[in-house]
């Protein structure tokens, strides 16, 4: 092991969180803890304690300006008296001694795509309530086994970050409690007591509670701040149409889709009974191609009427030179765009739809929780703008908007849905 000393000193909390952490771990924070330097101290210890060659280390952000703006300044000034320290700058990499390397990604682009495959001694996710469970469980999971397998001290992961709703990160603190190699806890400004009583006072009075009870208290439960479908969620929450809801058989399925770039899709499956709008199913992910999901949609139980997406299903794409719409046409999925409407108008179009939708509690729990999470962009002031913040709800929440666009305009359409001479029925 090579010892190396960093300008790095611990306040009580962060020092006893060290001491702690195990080999999965899920620690949401309040505002102010120190936890993304806490994240690049613990990763620079663990690189430098791992015994096995060529060690890799990741810290992984919402997007790339992002994880660029918390961590790089830090990580370049935490490593500076370490000899042999090279830096990229634009691939975010720190190269040192004995072949050790930290890199920071941004899931908004490639490079964390660019991670399948290959190893990882350690991975830190910051702020991992911005990001989407496909990242765990599709490439980074699989990125820690070989590693742990040579080395019990490799192939660990810290997620950290505070609440926003019950998102992918709640599900990771809630279902992984009491396991075996995880360590779960959460840190609020009453246990740290770092943040003097007249400052939380004063954070308290300009805060709105919601706020102060998510960014301090680390409150899973408080309510969204400035969520789209807030309202509209708490009625089909007390009206108790969060329940099952199963398929009938007897009855069409229609499904509408938001085919999102760099691959994001999500998809809800919809049968009308009278005024009802019964949603029995979801699917939601990324990374995976438009041929996936029309053998998905094979693979389902269902009898299909229609299937519909988003305007932008039609534009065609310079590498293919066809569109989505073509693409998903030539494997049997005929694909109708909705209408064209602003964002605002699709929105409340959902707003009202949302009167009348049941929503199965199994099988559209991750659609539920997107559309409790949905919320307005905020400027550099904190001031509400009208645009929707975008984050990883929103191609599920697009999706319903698409749905409740194309029930409101379907029967007045100008022209018919032109199927192919065979289908996804």
Known sequence: MTNVTIPYKPRKHQAQLHKKVKRFNVIPCHRRFGKSYWLLAQTLKKCFQCTLPNPRYYIISATYSQVKKIHWDTLKFLTKNIPNTTYHETELRCDMVGGRRIQLLGADGSSVDSIRGIYADGVGLDETQLLHKDLLNKVLRPALVDRHQMDKNSGWLIAIGTPSGHNFFYQ?????????DWFIKKYTVEDTKIIPKD?????????????FATEFMVDFDAGVVNGIYSKSMQLVEDENRITKVPHIPELPV???????????????FIQKQGSAIHVIDHLEGSGESIEYYANKLKELPYTYDN???GHDIVVTELGSGKSRQEIASNL?????????????????????????????????????NCLKQYR??????????????????????????????????????SSDLKYGPSGIV
């Open 307 to 309: 299937h519909f997406a």
């Open 254 to 268: 229609t499904t509408f889709s938001d085919i999102g770039f760099r691959d994001a899709f999500s998809i809800v």
């Open 332 to 368: 049997g999925w005929f694909i109708q765009a909705v209408p064209k409407l602003k964002v605002e108008e699709g929105i409340n179009a959902l707003r009202m739809v949302l009167k009348r939708v049941w929503l199965d509690k199994d099988k559209c729990d991750y659609l539920v």
């Open 172 to 180: 990771m603190y809630m279902k992984n409690q009491g396991k075996k």
């Open 376 to 413: 307005w962009k905020t400027n550099q002031l904190g001031e509400i703008t009208s645009t929707p913040h975008h984050g990883t709800e929103s191609n599920s929440c697009d999706a319903m908007r698409y749905m409740a666009i194309g029930l409101n305009e379907s029967s007045s359409w």
């Open 199 to 211: 400052e939380l006072e004063n954070l308290r009075l300009m805060m709105s509670p919601e706020e």
